[in-house]
């Protein structure tokens, strides 16, 4: 501690130096601005040693938000790649499974499912962790929409699947006979020379000859609305209502293994090739009518068949 020094005046009456003693007001007061210039260089000293070293309480915060922003990341991340994987796999598979089924396709504004308005999850405090919060929240409920509108759409075409299948399962897709060396067409559909009349006339269905006794079978499934043992005309007949607009005969049976009301699948075996009615010799006359209209038959089971089968069914006699 360094020493103070003494000051001194100049007495005019003494012709002498004198010292100069302070009042004990004015050490107080000294004594008072030391005390306060030593705390404020402490208090600066420790201020500035504070915005550079952490308390442990502060340290402990940090670490535990650092905790939650990787946490966020990671979720935010995966909300991310759920999101491109419902476009680019289930988006896509719904598409294709749509322009099967003939089905409208979803908009993509309905798709996305945006949000907009009022945010639930907004903070009055504006901070970079509050608005991170808010958007992963709103990325999450926009996921859940699209799932939601995803699985709806998949409800839709599991709906649309079971309906075309049994429309399918009432279409007749196959021939009514079992394509082998022994059958063929000998009368295609359109107009023909009536083999009675040597007139020409518009030829209703297709027919497919073989031996006596061929097994017929129905080309789709249906109810019996007709069973016929007749000599004239059609001879013995079956037609079979498909629903959906679609029905079919079978004339100039030899045998009907069928009655009238009965159910049938398609494949089953309803009759015989025979000979009866209006007929030059042993064959089927296969008819196909929609919605009350008589049409080529040809056109509905030739695409299932092979290029063999089709030549071998076709060939002449």
């Not at 990325?139 to 799932?147: A, S, T």
């Not at 079992?178 to 006339?201: A, E």
């Not at 679609?246 to 009655?259: D, E, K, P």
């Not at 006359?285 to 076709?314: G, N």
């Amino acid at each position: 501690m360094g020493i103070r020094k003494k000051r001194y005046y100049f007495s005019t009456s003494t012709l002498s130096f004198i010292e100069v003693k302070g009042s004990k007001g004015i050490k107080i007061l000294r004594g008072l601005i030391t005390f306060l210039v030593i705390n404020s260089v402490a208090f600066i000293f420790l201020l500035v040693l504070y915005s550079f070293i952490d308390s442990p309480e502060v340290s402990l915060q940090k670490l535990r938000a650092k905790k939650y922003y990787t946490k966020y990341g990671y979720l935010a991340n995966k909300v991310d790649s759920l999101t491109g994987s419902l476009k680019s796999t289930h988006y896509v598979n719904d598409q294709i499974y749509r322009n099967i089924l003939e089905m409208d396709s979803i908009p993509y504004s309905v798709r996305s499912a945006g949000t907009g308005g009022y945010d639930p999850y907004a903070s009055p405090m504006k901070s970079y962790s509050s608005q991170f919060y808010s958007n992963l929240m709103k990325k999450i409920e926009n996921l859940k929409k699209q799932i939601s509108i995803q699985d709806e759409s998949y409800e839709e075409i599991l709906h649309a699947s079971l309906e075309k299948n049994v429309r399918l399962s009432h279409y007749p897709g196959i021939p009514p006979v079992k394509i082998d060396n022994q059958v063929w067409i000998s009368s295609y559909f359109g107009t023909r020379k009536d083999p009675f009349t040597l007139f020409h006339k518009v030829h209703l269905g297709v027919d497919f000859c073989g031996s006596k006794n061929t097994e017929i079978y129905v080309t789709a499934d249906g109810i019996v609305t007709l069973v016929k043992q007749s000599r004239k005309g059609y001879g013995n007949e079956i037609v079979v209502d498909h629903g959906f607009d679609h029905c079919t005969r079978y004339a100039h049976l030899n045998s009907i293994l069928v009655q009238e009301g009965q159910k049938v699948e398609r494949g089953q075996l309803i009759g015989l090739m025979g000979n009866t009615g209006r007929s030059t010799g042993t064959h089927l006359h296969y008819e196909v009518w929609f919605q009350k209209q008589s049409i080529d038959p040809m056109l509905f089971f030739a695409d299932d068949l092979t290029p063999e089968e089709f030549e071998q069914l076709a060939k002449k006699d």
